[in-house]
């Protein structure tokens, strides 16, 4: 038996986490860079409120009307937008949540922009649902994010366009005017605007801006995961039209009844957490500016940005032919666990490498001293 969805692509990220827990369970040191997670989990007193909750709450099915009213609320303190709670979408996670958003909106057979490089579930749903995924290439011109040209020169008109800044894997933000010139040409052409903001809250400049600024329509996308520090919990939330909020709630009903209860407790909590994440990101600017300047020193000068989120995505095209190999061989060689390009890009990707630096500094700088020591061996040896 073969179902319509079972020739997925593989993750290499898992290939890779795998094969550092072997190295793991043989006794021998790993720096886990490899896996788009913060190595810290939810904040302190979100879990002292699942604690309490799963004493005196029943955990049934359950949707909390606090928490969708408390992420409206969001809106207005990150980005003064008034926002009905009615329009958000709990979901298991911000996977739930795209998975929900292609079913409800796009019909098989359409097409669907989105950057390449980027975040490889997005192509792989839209293939898994009859969707054509019509990757845009998106180079360091354009700082690895799609631009308006780029959306008017398809022809035809494609049914929808994904957008995720900052960008996983290459941190990448689109600036206010980017997204208003994006939202121009997708309202001018009919094209649906999803936009994955899985990663605001994670900025070293700007804040970023939602899509939903300039486009009251777009189906926004976010989740627990990356900000909150969340990534087990599995909870996301979808803001959509209000004419559409029915239609994905009922389909969100057939798919997963509810989001998991407890970590609604948990995401409520979190949400006054902000002294204790705001730390967290100081950490991972502290890391990124380690990194931004050691890796010049070791020969890689090739890399995006990184205005946001928690990754470097550099060329080593020159140090390699394939950088799953090169992360296979560094890990082997010294127990630093990064990510292959591939994952992201299946043109280009074999030249990068991309670094999750949501861990401690002294880790980040312990996997600088391995990455320096590996390759002069490799120069050298
Ligand atoms: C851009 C982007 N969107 C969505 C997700 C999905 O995360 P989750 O399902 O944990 O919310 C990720 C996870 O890495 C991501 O990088």
């Known amino acids: 038996m073969s179902g319509a969805h079972a020739n997925v692509e593989p993750f290499h990220a898992v290939e890779i986490n795998r094969l550092a827990h072997a190295r793991e369970r043989r006794g021998l040191p790993v720096i886990h860079m490899e896996v788009g997670q913060p190595s810290a989990g939810a904040p302190a007193a979100a879990l002292a409120a699942g604690q309490h909750a799963l004493t005196h709450a029943p955990q049934g099915y359950w949707e909390s009307d606090a928490l969708r009213e408390r992420i409206a609320a969001l809106y207005q303190q990150r980005y003064g937008l008034a926002l009905e709670p009615q329009r958000v979408i709990l979901t298991m996670g911000g996977s739930g949540a795209f998975v929900l958003a292609v079913a ?61 800044s900052p960008s996983n894997p290459t941190g990448t933000m689109l600036e206010a005017g980017e997204l208003a010139a994006l939202a ?51 909870l996301g939330w979808a803001v959509v039209p209000a004419g559409l909020a029915e239609a994905f709630r009922r389909y969100a009903a057939n798919l997963f009844l509810v989001p998991p209860t407890l970590a609604q407790h948990v995401a409520l909590a979190a949400l006054e957490a902000d002294t204790e994440l705001q730390q967290r990101v100081a950490e991972y600017a502290d890391n990124r500016r380690e990194l931004l300047a050691a890796l010049p020193q070791l020969g890689i000068t090739r890399f995006a940005p990184a205005d946001g989120a928690f990754y470097l995505y550099a060329d080593i095209g020159h140090l390699t032919s394939d950088s799953l190999v090169f992360c296979r061989e560094l890990l082997d060689a010294t127990g630093l666990a990064l990510n292959t390009g591939r994952d992201f890009d299946t043109v280009q990707g074999h030249r990068f490498l991309r670094i999750s630096f949501a861990v401690s500094t002294g880790e980040t700088r312990r996997a600088i001293d391995w990455l320096g020591d590996w390759l002069r061996r490799r120069r050298t040896g």
Not at 188 to 205: K, P, Q
Not at 219 to 231: D, E, Q
Request: aromatic share 8%; hydrophobic share 50%.
């Open 104 to 164: 409800v909106l796009v019909a098989a057979g359409a097409r669907v922009a989105l950057a390449r490089p980027g975040y490889p579930a997005h192509r792989n749903v839209l293939r898994a649902f009859g969707v054509q995924p019509l990757e845009l290439d998106c180079g360091a011109a354009t700082r690895f994010q799609p631009s308006a040209a780029q959306l008017a020169a398809l022809e035809p008109a494609p049914a929808g366009l994904i957008v995720t």
């Open 184 to 234: 121009a040409v997708a309202r001018a052409r009919g094209i649906r605007l999803v936009s994955d903001e899985t990663y605001h809250g994670i900025t070293f400049g700007p804040a970023a801006h939602t899509l939903l600024e300039f486009e009251p329509d777009a189906i926004v996308l976010n989740s627990f995961s990356k900000y909150w520090c969340m990534t087990g919990w599995r």
